[in-house]
C-alpha cells in the first residue's frame, strides 16, 4: 500500500491492478460499466471510497452491512466510516471507526456496521463512506470493498443502483465517470426496520411484577415455588426466572414456577416480564434465603381441669418467641392448641 499523500490516481492504479474477474450482473443488480478496466472486482480502500444508495422503505435505517476482503497484516490498521445524506460531506447522520489488529487474521464476506437508529423514508438517497486513517506503510491492514453483484438473488439486490466515489487526499470525492472515465458500485446492504403499527405504536410501558422479594425456606430445601402477579395493559408475552419460562395463570395474570435450588447460602434470581409488543420490565430481584426451622420448648403445668394443660415456647431464627397453649383431655387424648398463642395464667 501507498501513503496518502501519493495522488489519487496511483492508489487507484495499484487497486485495479490487484483485481480479479467481474462478477456477474443480474437485473436490477448493481453494476459498473465497461469503460474502466474489465477485470475490476473491488477496490482497495486507501484514501477511501464511498458508496450512495436509495432507500426503499420508510423506518428506522439500523445496519450498513458492506460486501468486503479484509488482510490484518503486521502493522495493523484503522478506518473510519461516515454516514451522509444525499452526497458524500454532506449532512452527518453517524459515524465511528474500527480497527483490524496485527495479526488479527484474514476475512472475507459481509461486515456490518451498527448504526445509530436513523428515521429514512422511501426514496432517500444518503451515501455511506469508508477511508483509512492511519499512514499507509508496508505490512498494513487492507480492506477491500466489492464491486457489482455475486449472484443472480444476490441480497444487495433489495436496494437501487448507487453512484461509486473516490476520494483523493485533498478530502474531494469524485465519481468513477469524473475520475477514470467509467462508473462502479460498491456492494452495499442497508437494514431498515418498518414503524410499528397497531396498540404497540404508542405502547413503551414495560410490565409491572408483583412478588415477595425476600422468602425463607428451611434448611435442606431442594425446590421453592415462586408466585407472583402481573401488571400489564397489554398482553404479558412471557415471565422467567433465572432464565426458566414461568406459566402464566389468568386471571391477572400470575405467574407459577418451581426452581431447584441448593443451601445453606442465600440465593438471588431475576424475574422478567415482556408484554405483546417487546417491552421487557427491569429485573426483580428475589432473595432466597435458608433458615433453621424454629425449635419448640416445652413447659408443662396444671390447669386445674381435668386435662393437661401446657404450653409451648416457639423460639424463632431471630430468637423471639411466641407460646401456644395446649391441653388434652383426662385420659390425655385430644390434643389441641389454641391460635392465636395465649399467655399462661398467672400463677
Known amino acids: 500500500m ?6 489519487l490516481w496511483m492508489s487507484l492504479v495499484a487497486t485495479l491492478a490487484a483485481a480479479g474477474s467481474a462478477h456477474a450482473q443480474s437485473p436490477g443488480g448493481q453494476t459498473h460499466g465497461a469503460g474502466g478496466p ?5 477496490f482497495q480502500v486507501v484514501t477511501g471510497f464511498a458508496q450512495s444508495f436509495e432507500i426503499t422503505r420508510t423506518g428506522s435505517l439500523t ?16 478506518f473510519e466510516w461516515k454516514l451522509f445524506e444525499d452526497v ?6 453517524d459515524s465511528n471507526t474500527f480497527d483490524s489488529p496485527p495479526g488479527g487474521g484474514n476475512g472475507s464476506g459481509p461486515r456490518s456496521f451498527a448504526i445509530t437508529p436513523v428515521d429514512v423514508t422511501a426514496g432517500d438517497t444518503l451515501v455511506f463512506m469508508v477511508r483509512q486513517v492511519t499512514p499507509s506503510t508496508a505490512n498494513e491492514s487492507t480492506l477491500h470493498w466489492w464491486v457489482g453483484d455475486d449472484t443472480a438473488t444476490d441480497p444487495y439486490d433489495a436496494y ?3 453512484q461509486g466515489f473516490a476520494r483523493d487526499s485533498f478530502d474531494n470525492y469524485l465519481t468513477g465517470t469524473d475520475f477514470l472515465g467509467y462508473e462502479f458500485d460498491l456492494r452495499l446492504r442497508a437494514f431498515v426496520v418498518p414503524p410499528v403499527t397497531g396498540p404497540c405504536a404508542t405502547d413503551s410501558t414495560a410490565p409491572v411484577i408483583n412478588t415477595d422479594t425476600s422468602i425463607e425456606v428451611p434448611v435442606g430445601t431442594t425446590q421453592v415455588t415462586l408466585t407472583g402477579g402481573i401488571f400489564e395493559d397489554n398482553l404479558v408475552a412471557s415471565v422467567t426466572v433465572d432464565g ?3 406459566t402464566l395463570v389468568d386471571p391477572g395474570p400470575t405467574f407459577l414456577t418451581t426452581l431447584t435450588v441448593a443451601g445453606p447460602g442465600s440465593i438471588v ?3 422478567i416480564a415482556v408484554d405483546g409488543c417487546g417491552n421487557e420490565s427491569q429485573p426483580t430481584q428475589v432473595t432466597i434465603d435458608f433458615v433453621a426451622v424454629c425449635a419448640p420448648e416445652f413447659d408443662m403445668c396444671l390447669d386445674g381441669n381435668l386435662g393437661t394443660a401446657f404450653y409451648i415456647d416457639v423460639i424463632g431464627p431471630t430468637g423471639a418467641t411466641c407460646q401456644l397453649s395446649c391441653s388434652t383431655n383426662a385420659q390425655g387424648l385430644g390434643l389441641g392448641c389454641s391460635l392465636p398463642p395465649v399467655c399462661p395464667p398467672v400463677p
Open 38 to 42: 474489465a477485470d475490476v472486482e473491488h
Open 88 to 93: 458524500p460531506n454532506g449532512t452527518l447522520l
Open 244 to 246: 426458566i419460562l414461568a
Open 160 to 162: 437501487p443502483d448507487g
Open 269 to 271: 434470581v431475576d424475574v
Open 2 to 7: 501507498k501513503s496518502h499523500a501519493m495522488p
Open 63 to 78: 445496519t450498513i452491512e458492506i460486501d468486503a476482503d479484509w488482510k490484518a497484516d503486521l502493522a495493523g490498521g484503522s
